[in-house]
C-alpha cells in the first residue's frame, strides 16, 4: 500500500482517542530529557516504560506526530517505537542533548494501534493492536539486516492491546513470558447480529516467548471481572503487573495467581498516589523509576510491600490446582484416590451386561448419587441447585442451617463448609472426567469479607440430573 494512502475507519479514531488521550501534544525540543537519560545511563535491560502522554521528539512527519511513542530499552540501546506504524528510532546521547536516528525502512502503518512493544533477547518486537478493521494478535520482530519488520509464527492468534488507560498485560522478563488477563476480539469484515462488533474474552493467557506458544491459564475471577472499568495499569514490576483498582494500588501476580494490595502505611504510598499524571515509569531490579522531561525520582521496593487481598487473579485449569488454593489439597488426595481404587474395581468386576458411558456425563447409568456424595452433601448440593436455579445465590448461614452448623464456633463452621465444598468439587470432577468446580463463589455486595455461593450455570441441569433433582 503506497504511503499517502491512510486508511482510516471510524474505530481507529475513536481508539486513538481512548487509548492516547493528549497524544497530539508533543515537545518542542528533544535536546534534553531526564527520563530518556536516566534510561540511556542505566546498564540493565528494561521490562517495559509505561506510556508517556505527550511524545518525547518530532518525528518529522507531522501525520506520525500523533501517534505514541513506545520506548524500548534493551541490551543494545534506547529505542522509540511510533506505536501504530513501524517507525523505529535509536535513542543516544548528543552534545546538544538527544539524537532520534530512524533506523528502519518499512512504509505501512496503521496496523498495530496499541501494540505490546517489548525487547528479547536483544532484538524488539511488538505484540498484537488493532488496524485494518481488526484486532489481531500478531507478534513482529525487527530484521536489523533489512531494516523491516518480520512476524513470528505463534501457535494462535491472541489479540491484545495496550496503551495509557488501556490492558492488564505483564511481561515476565525473567521467566521469558508474557502474560494478559484478557483479550478482546473485533473484525468488522464479518457480518454479526450482535449490537457491538468488539467483544472480550476473559480468559488469562500466557505466551512462552522460547516456544512461541499461548496457553490457556484460566479464566478470570468474577472480582476482577466486575473490577475491570475501573482498573489502569500504571507500569511492570519484576512480580507482577501494578495498577490501580478505583483509588488502590494494586499488584496483578500471575505467576502466584493472587491480588495484592500496597500496604497503606508505607512512606512512599501518597508519592506514588501523587505521580500517576505527567510521568512514566519504570522499574530496574527492585527500584521503581518515576519521571518526566524535567526531574527523575526512584523508589525502593519489594513483593512484600504488599498484602495478599485474598482474591485470585483467575480461576485455574486443573482442579488440582483450585483445591490447593483452598488449602486442602494432602487432606483431599487420599479420598480421591481411594474413591479411584473403588471406581477402578467397580469397573473392571462388573456385571458384563452393565452398560457405560465415559465420555459424557450419563452419570446415572453408571453410579447412584449416593455412591459419590454422602447424605449432607446432597442436601448441601440440592441447596445450592435450587437458589441458583431461582437465580439467587446461597448465604453462608443457609449452608449453616442445613449442613447443622449453626450452634458451631465460627471457625468450625468456615472449616466443614470448606471441607463439603470442596470434597464435593473433588469428586465430581473425579467421576465426571470433567476439570472444573461446579460450586463456585463471589464476594457479596454488602460485605467484602463475606462470600455467596452459586452452581456453575451452565451445568445446572447436567448436575441436576445427576441428583435427579427437579427444578424450575
Not at 517489548?118 to 498484537?128: K, T
Amino acid at each position: 500500500m503506497a504511503k499517502n494512502e491512510r486508511i482510516k475507519p471510524i474505530f481507529f479514531t475513536l481508539l486513538f482517542s481512548l487509548l492516547f488521550p493528549n497524544s497530539l501534544l508533543f515537545a518542542d525540543s528533544p535536546n534534553h530529557n531526564s527520563l530518556l537519560e536516566s534510561l540511556l545511563k542505566c546498564p540493565k535491560n528494561i521490562a517495559f516504560v509505561s506510556w508517556q502522554k505527550e511524545p518525547f521528539f518530532s518525528t518529522g512527519d507531522a501525520s506520525f506526530d500523533t501517534y505514541p511513542q513506545n520506548i524500548i530499552k534493551s541490551g543494545n540501546g534506547l529505542y522509540a517505537f511510533i506505536n501504530g506504524s513501524g517507525k523505529l528510532y535509536k535513542i543516544s546521547n548528543a552534545q546538544n542533548g538527544l539524537d532520534f536516528n530512524r533506523i528502519d525502512s518499512t512504509a505501512h502503518f496503521g496496523y498495530n494501534i496499541g501494540s505490546f512493544g517489548f525487547s528479547y533477547n536483544n532484538r524488539l518486537y511488538n505484540l498484537g493492536g488493532y488496524g485494518f478493521w481488526r484486532m489481531n494478535g500478531q507478534l513482529r520482530v525487527f530484521n536489523e539486516k533489512e531494516s523491516e519488520w518480520d512476524i513470528v509464527k505463534l501457535n494462535k492468534e491472541i489479540p491484545l492491546i495496550t496503551g495509557i488507560t488501556e490492558g492488564a498485560i505483564w511481561y515476565d522478563f525473567a521467566g521469558k513470558k508474557i502474560y494478559t488477563a484478557y483479550y478482546l476480539t473485533k473484525d468488522e469484515a464479518i457480518k454479526t447480529k450482535a449490537l457491538e462488533d468488539t467483544k472480550f474474552i476473559y480468559e488469562v493467557m500466557v505466551l512462552d516467548l522460547q516456544k512461541n506458544e499461548w496457553t490457556k491459564l484460566g479464566d478470570l475471577s468474577p472480582y476482577l471481572k466486575a473490577k475491570l472499568q475501573i482498573l489502569k495499569p500504571i507500569t511492570m514490576s519484576p512480580w507482577g503487573e501494578i495498577v490501580t483498582i478505583g483509588d488502590k494500588i494494586s499488584l496483578l501476580d500471575f505467576k502466584n495467581n493472587k491480588i495484592l494490595a500496597l500496604d497503606v502505611q508505607k512512606d512512599f504510598y501518597q508519592t506514588l498516589s501523587r505521580s500517576f499524571w505527567g510521568n512514566s515509569f519504570y522499574f530496574a531490579d527492585s527500584t521503581l523509576y518515576i519521571g518526566n522531561k524535567d526531574r527523575v525520582d526512584s523508589i525502593a521496593m519489594h513483593y512484600s510491600d504488599f498484602i495478599y487481598s485474598n482474591e485470585l487473579l483467575y480461576q485455574e485449569q486443573n482442579i488440582l490446582a483450585s483445591i490447593k488454593s483452598q488449602n486442602g489439597f494432602l487432606i483431599y488426595v487420599l479420598p480421591i484416590l481411594a474413591l479411584g481404587i473403588s471406581a477402578f474395581a467397580w469397573y473392571k468386576f462388573r456385571s458384563p451386561n452393565t452398560s457405560i458411558t465415559t465420555n459424557t456425563v450419563t452419570l446415572k447409568e453408571t453410579s447412584e448419587p449416593k455412591n459419590v456424595f454422602d447424605e449432607m452433601e446432597i442436601q448441601l448440593l440440592q441447596l445450592l441447585i435450587q437458589n441458583t436455579a431461582a437465580g439467587t445465590p446461597t448465604s453462608t448461614e443457609e449452608q449453616n442451617k442445613i449442613l447443622g452448623l449453626t450452634k458451631k464456633s465460627t471457625e468450625i463452621q468456615k472449616k466443614q463448609r470448606s471441607d463439603i465444598i470442596i470434597s464435593i468439587n473433588s469428586k465430581y470432577a473425579f467421576v465426571t472426567k470433567i476439570d472444573s468446580l461446579i460450586i463456585q463463589r463471589k464476594r457479596t455486595d454488602f460485605d467484602g469479607r463475606a462470600y455467596e455461593y452459586f452452581i456453575e450455570y451452565a451445568r445446572l441441569d447436567e448436575i441436576s440430573d445427576f441428583l435427579k433433582t427437579k427444578h424450575k
